[in-house]
């Protein structure tokens, strides 16, 4: 009787172990795409030919401007961030991080007024996403989510991870944020995001041997995550 009920139990482990392979709910462009990165600029002329920001589309090498173009990155003259619902202090604190790579923002690129005949783009930001701390963001750029699947063993893969700006996307078992340097309150946070809305993050995945009874797993070591600001959450 003892062998039959652990042969029974070690059927459950290895199904639900195989069950953590399914696509939990495949990703749209539309639902990861829009998310960037910005950066100041520099250049030495009158506004607003400079003087607003540079942006680029995290994880890729072209962003697409408003005006069609691809480029490296695309030079706007304003960014709205009304859309947040921020007030002053915090606006100008989260402005502070964007351009100091310390956030990201989704949003679209759309084309400004023209001055002088010249058109100047504009972003529009929808979500903004501030660093949990001001450790420099390194390898790839991701959307993290609680996929509903439940184990009695492990590793148990129920994360499910959405490549941004991509249709790409896995389930992994476990997320490392050592590298983040992250304290305990923004720890937990970044877990409550997870399980409750997302929360992004920046690193690269790695493959763990023999991570328990179900065989071997794969974790996100982040490099740095980000949690989402609005009007009723921090900066």
Known sequence: MRVIIQGHLWNIMLLLALAAFQVAGADTLKESSSYFRLSPD????????CGGVFVSGVNQERTRCAD?????ACYVAKVDYRR????????AKFQQAAVAGLALVRGRLKPGRAVNGQ??????????WLAATDVAPTGIFFRLRDNGIRCI???????????????????ISGVDFTQ???TDEQLQAAGEAITTTSLLAAGRNRNVNDAGPAGDGVELVASQFYLRVDSGNRP
């Open 68 to 72: 069609g173009s691809l480029q490296e």
């Open 42 to 49: 520099r250049r030495l002329c009158p506004s607003p030919m």
């Open 119 to 128: 058109r100047f783009g504009r972003l529009v930001v929808n979500e903004g």
């Open 84 to 91: 947040l619902g921020l007030d002053d202090k915090k606006l």
């Open 180 to 182: 983040a340097r992250a």
């Open 153 to 171: 063993t492990t590793p148990c893969f129920s994360v499910h991870e959405a490549k941004l700006n991509s249709i790409n996307h896995r389930e």
